[in-house]
């Protein structure tokens, strides 16, 4: 994933990376990305070790690092290679963003922002209020968090009958239901971060169904605006 994420460093055209708004004017989708890391954050294992992608821009489209993330989810699954970013960047080959569910906008945050010139004064009073207001949320959600966790980490450990297994009774029913069960292995930790509902089957993106071209967007709406400027002045 940190592989594919610096591909989307530089100066690209990245419309099959966002929610194009033609409708409000939009019509240039060229952005410039400073930096992309993905890193390991925390000390968790398996499923419950998070990961955090941190993007800096000069300037991001509508819904642009969602539309970012859900490729790189795709690739960190396995179910895409790392070049499928190179092919979706380059718009002359595919001019037509293929139908993706964006990531959830739960662990988006704008957490910074830099001026040119302009040093940013911290007042005490109100500096320590913000840390007092942030450590009482802290402290809320990992309270929450680890009695979550530990009602996990009491059911991963049930030992439950397999698949086609029956409960036997009396001594050697007890002896057979012991070695035909299994701790039951969840890994579903990942799918409330991706909207829409998955299929079976996975399709490769570029073998998708393909939006509007830009183009075709841009002549809808100059149609539209056309019909509404003929309305109001027969309306007149």
């Known amino acids: 994933m940190h592989l594919a994420g610096q591909k989307l460093v530089g100066e ?33 294992t398996g499923g419950y070790q998070m990961c955090e992608f941190q993007v800096i821009g000069n300037a991001f489209l ?14 960190g699954q396995g179910q895409e290679e790392p ?10 080959r595919h001019p037509r963003k293929p139908q993706y569910h964006m990531a959830s906008e739960l662990p ?5 922002s830099t001026f040119d010139g302009v040093d940013w004064i911290y007042e005490r009073e109100t500096h320590e209020q913000t840390l007092h207001h942030l450590q009482k949320v ?7 968090t ?3 966790k530990s009602m996990l980490d009491s059911l991963e450990n049930v030992e439950v009958p397999r698949d086609g297994e029956k409960e036997g009774g009396g001594l050697e029913g007890e002896m057979e239901d012991r070695e035909s069960r299994s701790r039951v292995e969840i890994l579903k930790q990942n799918e409330s971060l991706i909207e ?11 073998e998708r169904q393909k939006c509007e071209s830009l183009e075709d967007r841009i002549e809808h709406y100059s149609k539209k605006r056309k019909l509404d400027a003929i309305d109001t002045d027969q309306s007149s």
């Open 146 to 148: 680890n009695i979550v």
């Open 83 to 92: 070049s499928i970013v190179d092919d979706l960047l380059d718009v002359d």
């Open 12 to 44: 690209h055209d990245f419309r099959n990376f966002c929610k194009m708004d033609v409708a409000n004017g939009v019509v240039t989708f060229i952005r410039r990305i400073i930096s992309t890391h993905v890193r390991v954050t925390g000390v968790g």
């Open 138 to 144: 802290w402290c809320g959600h990992v309270i929450k």
């Open 196 to 206: 829409g509902t998955r299929t079976k089957v996975y399709r490769p993106l570029l």
């Open 108 to 112: 988006l945050v704008l957490y910074d």
């Open 62 to 75: 509508w819904h642009q690092v969602r539309c970012m993330v859900a490729v790189l989810f795709l690739i």
